[in-house]
């Protein structure tokens, strides 16, 4: 038997900037709510940039995280360390680009076909996953090696950037997909 598909969640342009805001500020938060784990902190803010895409799509959901982004680069103290354009040369920052990125492309891998699955969920989450620490390894080994003359190898970045941190990261990946299935229903009713 077929299944009706799905339409994709749209919302008026009012309720997109509210979102868009409510999530800008959940990722500011989330990097505030630290899990105390050995070596690597660990903050909330993959798990709120990944749930920005999947709700509110990749345009949307990216837009939220690249808000984020700005307002910390203009100065004020989102990031987990403080704020202003010198985080740029933070090694570090590269996972929030990554962010951006992730957010996207979790949203328009989640936006395409019906109907949204645990499967499908956790297949955009875990592509999000690979997309930031892609990007925050490459960067935080630019930024170390040719920048700020701290340089490291490939082994301890492998170790540092992506071993220690990454499970925490995979129980969110799993966590965003169970919270999108029972957050999207409750959303399609305000629309």
Same mark, same amino acid.
């Given at each position: 038997?077929?299944?009706?598909?799905?339409? =994709?969640?749209?919302? @008026?342009?009012?309720?997109?900037?509210?979102?868009?805001?409510?999530?800008?500020?959940?990722?500011?938060?989330?990097?505030?709510?630290?899990?105390?784990?050995?070596?690597?902190?660990?903050?909330?803010?993959?798990?709120?940039?990944?749930?920005?895409?999947?709700?509110?799509?990749?345009?949307?959901?990216?837009?939220?995280?690249?808000?984020?982004?700005?307002?910390?680069?203009?100065?004020? =103290?989102?990031?987990?360390?403080?704020?202003?354009?010198?985080?740029?040369?933070?090694? @570090?920052?590269?996972? *929030?680009?990554?962010?951006?990125?992730? @957010?996207?492309?979790?949203?328009?891998?989640?936006?395409?076909?019906?109907?949204?699955?645990?499967?499908?969920? *956790?297949?955009?989450?875990?592509?999000?996953?690979?997309?930031?620490?892609?990007?925050?390894?490459?960067?935080?080994?630019?930024? /170390?090696?040719?920048?700020?003359?701290? =340089?490291?190898?490939?082994?301890?970045?492998?170790?540092?950037?992506?071993?220690?941190?990454?499970?925490?990261?995979? /129980?969110? /990946?799993?966590?965003?997909?169970?919270?999108?299935?029972?957050?999207? =229903?409750?959303?399609?009713?305000?629309?």
């Amino acid at each position: 038997m077929l299944q009706k598909a799905e339409k =994709p969640l749209r919302y @008026s342009p009012v309720l997109n900037l509210t979102y868009t805001a409510m999530f800008t500020t959940l990722i500011a938060v989330g990097a505030f709510i630290k899990i105390p784990v050995p070596v690597v902190p660990f903050t909330l803010q993959f798990l709120f940039t990944m749930l920005a895409g999947l709700l509110l799509g990749g345009k949307n959901g990216a837009a939220s995280v690249a808000l984020y982004i700005a307002l910390g680069l203009a100065g004020l =103290p989102v990031f987990a360390e403080g704020g202003g354009i010198w985080y740029l040369l933070k090694p @570090s920052f590269g996972y *929030l680009i990554g962010f951006c990125l992730a @957010s996207y492309v979790t949203g328009k891998i989640a936006g395409h076909g019906n109907p949204l699955t645990i499967k499908k969920l *956790l297949a955009a989450n875990f592509t999000g996953l690979f997309i930031v620490y892609g990007v925050g390894m490459v960067y935080y080994y630019i930024i /170390c090696n040719f920048v700020i003359n701290t =340089p490291i190898g490939v082994w301890p970045l492998f170790l540092y950037c992506f071993i220690l941190a990454v499970p925490g990261d995979i /129980c969110l /990946c799993i966590l965003a997909a169970y919270l999108v299935k029972r957050i999207q =229903p409750v959303m399609k009713s305000m629309r």
